[in-house]
């Protein structure tokens, strides 16, 4: 993913922008064709997930297939579909198929329009199928028996059963993973952009190469899509994180007691995607300089909450839930002198969180 700037003073903050892209699917023989191979033919605990824009188009059409590997009785799929209690709405369906029969989990909530949601089916080993929207459950049900693998193509933005069943929107940061991903684990890793091998992921399709007729997967493992009659288009309105750095084990020099650490008011700035943003100000009360580099740690977040900033590091001589960011590029803050780190915090259904903060300074070590 690309970076989208975030600046005050002192500290660049950044995000996902410039070189963020996702594929637009709904015009006629629109589809990603990924060859079948053995990575993707998974008949044990499986997650396919992915963030989806739907058009209105969607509403026209009882099928509306997001991704695809499916056949008569086995395989999987994520698609929305006319709702069985009310025709007018299109949930989320996820299909794994078992040797006892097909099996369909229809979500409760309607695919909402024209705003980026998070989709993820999942089959785990107690024998249960779930379906998240947005990092919350949406459905779920017994499914005792695992998927049976097939040895068919898969699709993205269409199937195999015809062009009528095609997606109608975007569709960006596909992923199909070989585990059954928790709820935590869904909610730690949407808003990540992994775009390196993971344990676990057997495909990836991030779709940010802007052009051309590849679709390449970046999990390592080569299941490259061929790109047909699909639209490049911009997605920077989807704010993905690049995935966190190894974790730091110490930090040299705490000095939370020469430093008075303030935080302004939480404020709304982005109602799609739950971000709140805050301002943390910084002021040497020690009396003496103090040299850099310095950074400012970030304690006790709530899982689900990603720090923004530039060099994020985690887990900085705290166990879990701390981020650590620099101040002022290593150089010394004078006595009295104040500086401030802007700080953009980004969740799903979370709406209220505490932490800590405290400054240390030298340098981090892994």
Known sequence: MGYRVFASALLVL???????????????GSSVLVLNSASLNISGPITVEAWVKADPAILDNFYNFIVSKQLYGTGYTLLSIVST??????PFQFEANSVNGDFHLQGTSPVPISVW????????????ARLYVNGRLDASRSVPAPPVANNQNLYIGNSLFGDSYRWHGLIDELRIWNAARSQNDINQ??????????????????????????AHDSSGNHNDGSVSQANWVSADDLVLLPTPPPPITSCSNDISGKTLVTRSP????????????????????????????????????????????NQLITHC??????????????????AGQLTAALLVFTTQGVYSFSYTTRVFQGMPSN
């Open 117 to 128: 949601t998070h989709v993820a089916g999942v089959w785990s080993q107690d024998g249960v």
């Open 14 to 28: 950044q995000s996902a922008a410039a070189g963020n892209f996702a594929l637009q699917f709904g015009n006629p």
């Open 85 to 90: 209690t009310n025709p007018t709405e299109r």
């Open 189 to 214: 890793s949407m808003f990540l952009s992994i775009s390196t091998s993971y344990p676990g992921l057997v495909a990836r399709w991030g779709f940010d190469e802007g052009s051309g007729t590849v």
């Open 266 to 309: 939480t404020h709304y700035i982005y109602p799609s995607q739950y971000e709140f943003s805050q301002t943390i100000s910084v002021t040497n009360t020690s009396g003496s300089t103090l040299n850099g580099p310095l950074f400012l740690v970030i304690d006790g977040l709530t899982p689900g909450v990603f720090v923004l900033g």
């Open 317 to 334: 001589g705290s166990p879990n839930g701390s981020y650590l960011i620099p101040l002022n590029a290593g150089m010394a803050l004078q």
